[in-house]
């Protein structure tokens, strides 16, 4: 065992080195070691097994790189705080495979159980009052919000997010498995699970970055989650099934900004359980998209399973494929063509949307269409969406 220090501040990496022969094949398996503290250079680590410890923070000027099939295991018991952060100028490079994914875990295996992972970049936001920076919700206290829309925080591919989603300093700031913070357009996410995290599997504070294939399984919040003026435009193939505990399949607004842009995505699967139940059950949260406070978006190819009727006390609310929330937000982004579902198959609601409380909804003509032939996601499935032998896609 021997330590090194990469020109590093405040991180140590302990390992057993791999050796390897003439054909540069490694012959001691798998690297180990433990990740923690600030990583201020380039540092890449070979396929191994690791622990994090800590809150890890990828500094401005750094990269982080780390191997496909990797395995990298939190201990809640260790450390009261765990996370992986790459700030505003940090890049990271997770780059698996399908059959060898980079997979974050928890030992645990108990919901809730760490902070996940969080990116930080320099793309425009437009957050409460139209103001072009805000303060993290996570508890870290970090700014976010810039100036460049093409911003390149690295690359996310074929990586596995596992038990995230704890609450942190005053126990009500919480944390995602995927949080994302004004990420820009150049960054890559692509073939990501987020697996039975205790809040959203995905969130976006605005930002430009885009998603494709992604999987949202078992997350106690909802499936994917966006404000602060988040306007992708290539997003495609998300899938989600809500298991257990789960509240809406998209939380959808816009900070209260009334606004001529939003996102675009294409193949959506948003399935609930039967067995579901709401995060808590004095808020109801069933439908499978949600729309409030400008919230808005241009949705195609849509399947939406399972959004049906909950009863709690005696009293039976019915979910819905979508669910306007507030009288501005019907009046400025339904009538005003900002909300646009096309090709959507619905199965187990009542209506394929309403308006809460006392809110008619009744979108212009070609701005909600329905399909029996829509097919939803289209995503592969390997050992990158299994998880102990179960397929996620389900």
Avoid at 174 to 200: M, P
Avoid at 325 to 347: E, F, M, P, R, Y
Wanted: with cysteine.
């Amino acid at each position: 065992m021997k330590k090194l220090f990469l020109g590093l501040t405040a991180l140590s990496l302990i390992f057993t080195s791999c050796s390897k022969d003439d054909n540069n094949e490694e012959t001691n398996g798998p690297a180990t070691g433990t990740i923690q503290g600030e990583i201020t250079g380039n540092v890449s680590y070979a396929y191994g097994n690791y622990n994090l410890k800590g809150v890890v923070r990828v500094k401005p000027g750094a990269t982080l790189t780390i191997a496909a099939g990797s395995v990298i295991t939190i201990d809640k018991t260790a450390s009261t705080d765990n996370g992986l952060i790459v700030e505003n100028g940090g890049t990271i490079n997770l780059i698996g495979t399908a059959d060898q994914p980079i997979v974050f875990t928890e030992l645990s295996k108990v919901p809730g159980s760490w902070s996940g992972i969080m990116i930080v970049g320099d793309a425009p936001i437009n957050a409460i009052g139209g103001a072009s920076t805000a303060i993290s919700e996570d508890g870290s206290n970090i700014t976010y919000g810039g100036t460049d829309s093409a911003d390149n925080s690295g690359t996310l591919k074929y990586v596995r997010v596992e038990y995230a989603g704890k609450k942190i300093a005053d126990g009500q700031k919480e944390t995602n498995s995927f949080t994302f913070y004004s990420v820009g357009s150049n960054t890559t996410l692509d073939h990501l699970v987020a697996y039975k995290g205790a809040d959203d599997g995905y969130e976006f504070f605005g930002g430009t970055v885009s998603m494709t294939n992604a999987i949202s399984y078992g997350n106690f919040d909802d499936a994917f989650d966006w404000q602060d003026g988040w306007k992708g435009q290539n997003n495609s193939n998300w899938y989600a099934y809500q298991v257990g505990k789960g509240n809406f399949g998209m939380e959808i607004e816009a900070c209260s900004n009334n606004n001529n842009y939003w996102p675009v995505i294409s193949n959506i699967t948003l399935k609930r359980n039967a067995s579901c139940v709401p995060e808590d059950v004095s808020s109801i949260e069933i439908d499978a998209f949600q729309f409030k406070k400008e919230g808005n978006g241009d949705f195609n190819n849509i399947v939406i399973e399972g959004y049906g009727s909950f009863s709690n006390n005696g009293t039976t609310y019915e979910g819905t494929g979508c669910k306007i929330q507030d009288a501005t937000t019907n009046t400025n982004q339904v009538n005003g063509s900002k909300i646009k579902l096309t090709n959507v198959k619905i199965t187990g609601s009542t209506t394929n949307y309403k308006g809460a409380g006392s809110v008619v909804v009744n979108f212009p003509s070609g701005q909600f269409t329905t399909s029996t032939t829509s097919t939803g996601a289209s995503i592969t499935n390997g050992a990158w969406s299994t998880v102990e032998g179960s397929s996620l896609l389900q």
